[in-house]
């Protein structure tokens, strides 16, 4: 079956540190592949995506490349801000349109 | 554009009472998902639609029931509620015709609480 894993939190850094959210997939197919970021009290909102493998989504300073080889997804970002403060959650939506989401990360960045 | 809208925002029910979520959506999307998201925990697809009048399961369809008579609503059946039905509850919907437009759009959550 898919499923998505993430690791765990709360992260805490302090401003301008480089931050790794690690996410890995079970698949099978050709699964398009996303990053989520919820800040508190709304709903989900894009943060970047990859359609096929090799693909690198970014947006705002966050990266996250598509491995196959290593079903793997993995959130950077190089400098973070306090502003970045929220839930990350990882996802996959496989051909038939079923989206399913890891446990997500709290990121939590100090001044 | 109102995108994906969710009703009510909040509500509580008594054990064993019923009520439907609502769920709307005005982008024209096919496909739409109702989600569960437990304290500290990620989301859970409890039910989803590739388009009106076809329904499927997710993770955790137990004790939900759904339906897709048009392509904007999507409704969400609680029958008989239960403590573990306590959530927040999203709504989404995308586009799915090609992997380029597969963006989810999300609602602003119904916050249950059955006791």
Known sequence: GNSVTQMEGPVTLSEEAFLTINCTYTATGYPSLFWYVQYPGEGLQLLLKATKADDKGSNKGFEATYRKETTSFHLEKGSVQVSDSAVYFCALRNQGGKLIFGQGTELSVKP | ?115
């Open chain 2, 1 to 115: 554009n109102a995108g994906v809208t969710q009703t009510p925002k909040f509500r509580i029910l008594k054990i064993g009472q019923s009520m439907t979520l609502q769920c709307t959506q005005d982008m024209n999307h096919n496909y739409m998902y109702w989600y569960r998201q437990d304290p500290g925990m990620g989301l859970k697809l409890i039910y989803y639609s590739v388009g009106a009048g076809i329904t499927d399961k997710g993770e955790v369809p137990n004790g939900y029931n759904v339906s897709r008579s048009t392509t904007e609503d999507f409704p969400l059946r609680l029958e008989l509620a239960a403590p573990s039905q306590t959530s927040v509850y999203f709504c989404a919907s995308s586009y799915g015709e090609t992997k380029e437009r597969t963006e989810a759009f999300f609602g602003q959550g119904t916050r249950l609480t059955v006791v």
